[in-house]
């Protein structure tokens, strides 16, 4: 048991990285088809899904933001109607 706590991060990796190999594999062979050098291609499906991460993240992260700060303003009113559920009999 200590043995897999101590490996389970190795493990989660080992796994993320088959993921990414196995989506990225297609792509890859394509453009192999296409007469492109592997490592070429390996270079380009890797700065492509850079390049998505990125834009997710730059899209999501002001959405979120905004999202937490109304949260956090509304915050007392939420915790005044919880205690106030949690107070009344059943």
Do not use: C, N
Request: avoid cysteine; hydrophobic fraction near 65%; aromatic fraction near 8%.
């Amino acid at each position: 048991m200590w043995l897999l706590i101590r490996l389970w991060p190795v493990f989660l990796v080992l796994v993320v990285a088959l993921l990414i190999v196995g989506t990225m594999s297609p792509a890859v062979s394509w453009m192999e088809e296409q007469h492109v050098k592997r490592g070429i291609g390996i270079a380009i499906v890797f700065t492509l899904l850079f390049v998505v991460a990125i834009l997710a993240v730059t899209l999501t992260i002001p959405s979120l933001v905004d999202q937490a700060s109304a949260l956090v303003e509304q915050e007392p009113a939420i915790r005044a109607r919880l205690a106030d559920y949690l107070a009344a009999p059943t």
